[in-house]
């Protein structure tokens, strides 16, 4: 899983209020990557950070922001949650070549 | 627009045969192009890579074919096993644009014992 670690693993939470996702990794990657997976879409790129405070957007940023303080960590936030926010979320990191490898996912319901 | 189309969106094979999943892209520029396997409440997992200037990559039972002129890639599953049953994404990136992978939708293999 190349050290790569999300919290929390499960999340439900009410329309309109903030909510923040956290990869954590350990093994000093570059660049992190937050995709979101609905199903009929594959894995769509919200945003992604090629170091620490450089980040960009990606495909489907809208309605999110991220932080990268630290080289381990990469924060995901939901300013204000949408039930069209309600996915699967995925970190990853890219490793050797161009590989990504990917956390094992947070399951976050917005009601 | 969606930039890696895949197909099909899902298939059942018997145990023994050969499961094929294709995908087009329509960025000429893509230089790496891997396939991922998910199970059930998992992350997706690499499971083969290819990169456009090789036409076919093997990899003990998973092969990946590549038509660049086409600009199509496949992946085919032989001898399929019950525990191959999982979903199969194709994707595509490009060094100089950070490594961003671009997804096709996916497809559920089912393998019948």
């Known amino acids: 899983d190349a050290g790569i670690t999300q919290s929390p693993r499960h999340k439900v939470t009410e329309t309109g209020t903030p909510v923040t996702l956290r990869c954590h990794q350990t093994e000093n990657h570059r660049y992190m990557y937050w995709y979101r997976q609905d199903p009929g879409h594959g894995l769509r790129l919200i945003h992604y950070?090629?170091?620490?405070?450089?980040?960009d957007k990606g495909e489907v940023s809208d309605g999110y922001s991220v932080s990268r303080s630290k080289t381990e960590d990469f924060l995901l936030t939901l300013e204000s949650a949408t039930s069209s926010q309600t996915s699967v979320y995925f970190c990853a990191i890219k490793g050797t070549e161009d590989t990504q490898y990917f956390g094992p996912g947070t399951r976050l319901t917005v009601l | 627009q969606q930039q890696v189309k895949q197909s099909p969106q899902s298939l059942i094979v018997q145990k023994g045969g050969i499961s094929i999943i294709n995908c087009a892209y329509e960025?000429?520029?893509?230089?790496?192009f891997p396939w991922y396997q998910q199970f059930p409440g998992k992350g997706p997992a690499l499971l083969i890579a290819i990169r456009p200037d090789v036409s076919e990559k093997k990899e003990g039972r998973f092969t990946i074919s590549f038509n660049k002129s086409a600009k199509q890639f496949s992946l085919h599953i032989m001898d399929s096993q019950p525990g191959d049953s999982a979903t199969y994404f194709c994707?595509?990136?490009?060094?100089?644009?950070?490594?961003?992978?671009?997804f096709g939708a996916g497809t559920t293999v089912t393998v019948r014992a």
């Open positions: 950070s090629y170091g620490v405070k450089d980040t």
């Open positions: 960025n000429t520029a893509f230089d790496y």
């Open positions: 994707a595509a990136s490009l060094q100089s644009n950070d490594y961003k992978l671009s």
